[in-house]
């Protein structure tokens, strides 16, 4: 588990986890299908027709694409997000990161439904929210039904410019509870990180220790909804620069959460700001289903607490789990 | 059953087209139009009054016409050629809605009340939900110009209406209309050569077509149909959005962006040299967008609009000169370069 801290959850879980662990030992060679499982539906994403389409296809392909472009003719929806955009060029741009920097693994996909509502729930950190970008490369590439995900994403975003224009056009939207009810609604994979910016700015000391979830907003949202929450765990982004300090007046002064000092940020300048190439996990738990409940649960404030006491515990095991598994940091 | 309908602010383009519009419908007797200065289109048989709805004679009108419905469309961001400058406009919009609400206080007459109101009400900002419905609070409030108008318009016939719990009260709020004749400031905007936008922003926009914005207008001054409700608060726009970027593209008007602060200060110093009547609330929408949820119109209000958000722009595109990069020009562009290349020749046919 490399030096992470442990920090026990009360009397009732760890029997609970210990039932778990349990199961765990019993669940590593279950475990080992997976990845061939994965390499199934691989030929299906566009890369690989894409690879094997002759030169010719592609050069009317892209010239499709930017008469297109540059005539406007293109749809957004009401949030914005630019399907053709965020497919052709921004998942692209993002892939190689994704495949080749933090070489991503990805685990029990298939327990996010294929079509229908549900709510991603996953672990933030790594000083920049690159773990919310690598997630939606995930969903879309690995899922059999290259499903997009719609993430939430903080006030702050939408605050600045060229982030905003860029995030409104990766289908991202504000965290708030209008707008991922209605995305809901409408029968999309919303991804939330209820931690925010106490999960993406703690100390590195502190990491994979999991911080208070908000209000829990997003339990009662996925009530509302009737939605399952599907928990998920990310290890690996952690370290991609580890927060060492945090200059809290300059964070201050130019309004910001929090200011990174990392050992290579700000000394190196620019140089800084590479992220360490860290060995990605990314681990999409069983569903937690919500439909059962009467449609007052969600005003039920003890039933929200302990939904998400359960989603946090299921990540934060999971996240254990995955820690005990890695080899390296770094492989 | 007599149906006299008062209109208000018909010398603007879009009033005296409703004008013209609901004298054709069976059910309206008399049409009576108000503006401060005399129309110069025609507006067909209705009665033209030259009155001032900022003073109190607005109310001998009504009495003495025994109006049953009152539409009032004089709330505009902009002034209409003559009528001089931002502090007359806000004046209209809310001492003059304030008074002829007074005045259909003291008429019995009186059973419907039509308020053409703006999306504006919900302001424009970052920290928004991407789409209001009718009861968002906005997070921010207007602070000033016709968007701070609008909401206190709105507070007025809020208050209109707890006081006559007998007369129907509907409020439109119109996303920006736009149509071949339409006058408004964005309109305005779209006609430079070079669009100004905000360098790392781009705005969701939608646009009501003006056809849409004269029927629903009529469907809300009319009896309800059945099963439909038209009093109440509604939010009027086309379906779908367009980006600032993608109004630009298909317009053919290539795009300057700049920094906010220097987009703010130029409209600052071009607003005081009395060159163009850009607002900051304008500046605000044109950076962070607006978008609002027609539900309501379509279910309760019972209105399907003909344009949606993309063909309302196709249409005032056309109504246009073509931009300095046609979008048809750029395609003929892109074909041409595809047929150059000789790998292309082969799969193509």
Redesign the interface.
Known sequence: MADAKVIPFGEEPRARRKARRTGRTGRGTALAPVPEARSGPRPVPAPQPAGGR????R??GG?AF??R????????????Y?RELTDQVLMSLLRPLYEKYFRVEVKGVANIPAEGGALIVANHSGTLPLDGLMLQVAVHDHHPAQRHLRLLAA?LV????????LA??AGH??A?A??AQ?LLERGEIVGVMPEGFKGIGKPFADRYKLQRFGRGGFVSTALKAGVPIVPCSIVGAEEIYPMIGNAKTLARVLGLPYFPVTPTFPWLGPLGAVPLPTKWTIQFGEPIPTDGYPAEAADDPMLMFNLTDQVRETIQHTLYKLLVQRRSVFF | MGNVVLVTGVARQLGGRFVRRIQRDPDVDRVIGVDAVAPEHHLGDAEFLKADIRHPAIARVLAETGVDTVVHMDINGTPLHSRGGRASVKETNVIGTMQLLGACQKAPAVQRVVIKSSTSVYGSAPRDPAVFTENTPPKSLPSGGFAKDTVEVEGYVRGFARRRPDVAVCVLRFANILGPSADSPLAEYFALPVLPTVLGYDPRLQFVHEDDAIEVLRIAASEPRRGTLNSGTFNIAGDGVLLLSQVSRRLGRPTLPLFLPTVTWAGTVLRSLGITDFSPEQIRMLTHGRVVETTQMRETLGFHPAYTTAETFAEFARGRGPGLLPPASLARTVDRLAGVLPARRGPSQ
């Open positions: 002759t030169l010719d296809e050069i009317a010239l930017l008469r472009r540059i005539t406007g003719d293109y749809e957004v929806d009401d949030f914005g630019d006030d939408f605050v600045l410019p060229v982030m905003n224009e409104r056009k939207t504000l708030c209008e707008d209605r």
